[in-house]
């Protein structure tokens, strides 16, 4: 396998990450959607208690895993854990054939 990476290899993981990146604004888009949606009807039924900020609280940690994942976290399941398992897979399906 070369060490240097080709064109092709280089664009198709920055498009990769621009997919990511978009699942990320994606999900955001939908929170704050949902969340005031959320608060409207909180407001209109019972103003006193604010039930909504627990669906908020539990969505925006699961939100911000996601945000960890897309733009901090790049080394657990970033591209070379990828390549190690495609290699692996690879590997595994052609000794597996060697035998058939």
Known sequence: MQKSDTEEERYLRA???LEREKEFYRHLFFYILVNLLLF???IWTSRWYLWCL?????WGVGLAFHAADVFLIKGFFGTQWEKRKIEE???AEEDK???E
Not at 54 to 58: C, L, N
């Open 40 to 42: 409207i009807i909180n």
């Open 15 to 17: 498009k990769k990450r």
């Open 54 to 58: 627990f669906p908020a609280i539990g």
């Open 97 to 99: 054939q060697r035998w």
């Open 89 to 91: 897979y690879m590997q």
